[in-house]
């Protein structure tokens, strides 16, 4: 299990466009066209999968809401940090 970050890590750590609300990081990505978003919501979960980490991924008009969170571990991990990274360079 990792371990969790503290506050100081997580202001530190969190990429840009990302917030933080309570043991989440959040990010809305936005799209030109509806299926844009799906089918950035199709690569991020390939991602998510591979790393063993499944984020709760709300896809809207033009829009998809992730939250991450590490279950196991009751809050924001390295683990967080690095799929949000990963997430964003995806998105371009």
Known sequence: M?????????????????DREGDEIVRTYEFDAYLDGVGFAAAAGGLAQEAFHHPEMTIGWREVEVRLTTH????ITANDIELAERFDEIHG
Do not use: K, M, N, R
């Open 72 to 75: 196991d571990a009751g809050g």
């Open 2 to 18: 990792a371990d969790l970050l503290s506050d100081d890590e997580i202001a530190a750590q969190l990429p840009d466009h990302w």
